[in-house]
């Protein structure tokens, strides 16, 4: 299959759309840039340490909307879920998702 511009959305990401004749399966994919998320948060990393003004609540990390829907489609994991917050955490400390951590510390 091939892909073909379908729309842009207003925050950035693309929807692709692909035919297939021999199947005549139609397929519409959502593909969303995450890579300026990782360039803010790494230059939050060397600058600021994440704590609010009174120091009550510090900002670990920031999940994108397609993050989100890998983990969920992956992993089963909801990271709107606090249920899920164990979940959350591992995968936050794994290699493979540290981009989006803010900082260097473990969760």
Do not use: C
């Not at 842009?8 to 959502?30: C, F, K, L």
């Not at 790494?42 to 890998?70: C, F, H, K």
């Amino acid at each position: 299959m091939s892909w073909r511009f379908f729309d842009r959305n207003a925050d950035g990401s693309v929807e692709q759309y692909s035919y297939d004749p021999d199947t005549g399966r139609s397929a519409i994919r959502h593909v969303e840039d995450v890579s300026h998320i990782i360039d803010a948060n790494q230059r939050l990393a060397g600058s600021w340490d994440g704590w609010n003004r009174d120091r009550t609540m510090r900002l670990a990390a920031r999940i994108t909307p397609a993050v989100q829907y890998e983990w969920l489609t992956k992993f089963g994991v909801r990271a709107w879920d606090k249920n899920h917050q164990k979940a959350v955490i591992r995968l936050l400390n794994s290699n493979e998702y540290r981009h989006l951590r803010i900082g260097h510390f473990i969760i």
